[in-house]
């Protein structure tokens, strides 16, 4: 993915350097964080896990210090690589909410950290990986994320698999904006966890689909991609499919348990929004569950 020469987008808050550490607690933070970092291991994030943990008033207040330290080159690279591909959404986004009438596209603020970081989800390590907080509409990322990427999903990233990282969690923010988070998240609150499950699917495949949404209209614009950037990202796509860490981690899988879908799902919407570019469908337009 070409991004010679693109601009930096601005809404960014770099916290690299910045160490966390408890003050007072006023709940059960520590078992948030395990089950966050247990959905990792299935391919999830924490703002899936606990974008409503707010109204249930289990966070920790957390306090930051500063940490000295030097950035080497790659991490300066990747960090303004991530400023370039986050201007890119903004652009995208707002174009395509002004084209389909969806109102103003007010864009989320992408927060770097290293090791450990505070949102107004809860404080989370790096382990979590990316996530996208609806409280604050802030999306977290540890760069270290994506060299774990290439070891434990066995995924050589290049630009455009970054950016469907990214764009993933953009696309979350983007159900925000249009309220399908919160009328899904308030559905979930009243379900079996089976059924709760399979919404957490659609919001996830969804946002695979607003990536690729996004990925349409930046190469139109721009002819960034380049050959075999698609083929990355349909890559990592399929890397962090339930059943495909399921798997690779126990053996089997569990549909029941999926929050996340298939690697097929995954790929399969992630092409399907590159390839219309269409915002009249989504997941939630399929009648069932299990034709998506």
């Known amino acids: 993915m070409k991004l010679t020469g693109r601009r930096e987008s601005s809404n960014v808050e770099d916290r690299r350097g910045l160490s ?28 899936d896990v606990v974008g409503n943990v707010m109204q249930s008033g289990a966070l920790t207040q957390q306090t930051e210090q500063t940490e000295q330290r030097e950035f080497t080159e790659e991490e300066q690279q990747l960090a303004k690589e991530c400023k370039q591909i986050l201007a890119s959404t903004e652009d995208v986004w707002t174009e395509v909410f002004r084209q389909n009438g969806l109102g103003e596209y007010k864009a989320p603020t992408l927060v770097l950290f290293t090791n450990s970081v505070n949102s107004a989800c809860g ?36 630009t455009f698999a970054y950016a469907y990282v990214i764009a993933h969690e953009i696309g979350h923010h983007v159900e925000y904006s249009l309220g399908i988070l919160g009328k899904a998240h308030q559905q979930m609150s009243s379900m079996d966890k089976k059924s709760a499950n ?29 050959y075999g950037d698609m083929e990355k990202g349909l890559e990592l796509a399929k890397a962090i499919g339930d059943d495909w860490l399921q798997k690779r981690a126990q053996g089997y899988d569990s549909p029941e348990t999926f929050t996340h879908g298939t690697s097929d799902q995954r790929k399969r919407w992630l092409k399907r929004g590159f390839d219309t570019g269409d915002m009249r469908t989504s997941t939630f337009n399929v009648q069932n569950y299990n034709d998506l």
Request: charged share 15%; aromatic share 10%.
């Open 20 to 47: 966390t550490g408890a003050k007072a607690g006023i709940g059960g933070l520590g078992g948030i964080i395990i089950i966050a970092l247990m959905t990792f291991l299935q391919g999830g994030n924490l703002g």
């Open 123 to 158: 404080s989370a390590t790096a382990q979590v990986g990316p996530f996208y907080c609806s409280g604050d509409q802030k999306l977290y990322i540890d760069l270290s994320f994506f060299t774990e990427m290439k070891k434990q999903l066995g995924v050589q990233g290049n």
């Open 198 to 226: 399979q919404v957490s699917v659609r919001l996830e495949l969804l946002a695979d689909y607003y990536a690729g949404v996004w990925a349409h209209y930046e190469d139109a614009k721009n002819h960034s991609l380049e």
